[in-house]
């Protein structure tokens, strides 16, 4: 069974910066398309932002445009997600996942793959 792990998060001041990491136990890491959610206390849980398995086609949800970056390390299996001017919006437990599909997938219910979760907290 294929487990996401997490690394990352923690707590910040508004206007802040947080890096969150993300790869794929097991082999074939590579393989998979990945993407973040996050899920704030009584709320759905949203896409943030995805990459597909190349590196090459990035998608962000328009809540973090501008604000937030996707990327891969060169090995293509190690995945970060650079958050930058943080609001307390932003808080929410953030959610790494990863599908074996072509391109980037923007709903959770393509994604079979995904980590425990791990805790942003932006104060204002």
């Known amino acids: 069974q294929v487990q996401m792990v997490e690394s990352g998060g923690g707590s910040v001041q508004a206007g802040g910066s947080v890096r969150l990491s993300c790869a794929p136990s097991?082999?074939?890491?590579?393989?998979?398309?990945m993407a973040w959610f996050r899920q704030a206390p009584g709320k759905e849980r949203q896409f943030v932002a995805g990459?597909?398995?190349?590196?090459?086609?990035?998608t962000y949800g328009d809540s973090v445009k501008g604000r937030f970056t996707i990327s891969r390390d060169n090995d293509k299996i190690t995945v970060h997600l650079q958050m930058s001017s943080l609001k307390p919006d932003d808080t929410a437990i953030y959610y790494c996942?990863?599908?074996?599909?072509?391109?980037?997938?923007?709903?959770?219910?393509?994604?079979?793959?995904w980590g425990q979760g791990t805790q942003v907290t932006v104060s204002s």
């Open positions: 996942a990863a599908h074996l599909h072509d391109g980037v997938k923007l709903t959770s219910d393509d994604y079979a793959f």
């Open positions: 097991g082999v074939g890491g590579s393989l998979y398309g």
């Open positions: 990459i597909d398995w190349q590196g090459v086609s990035t």
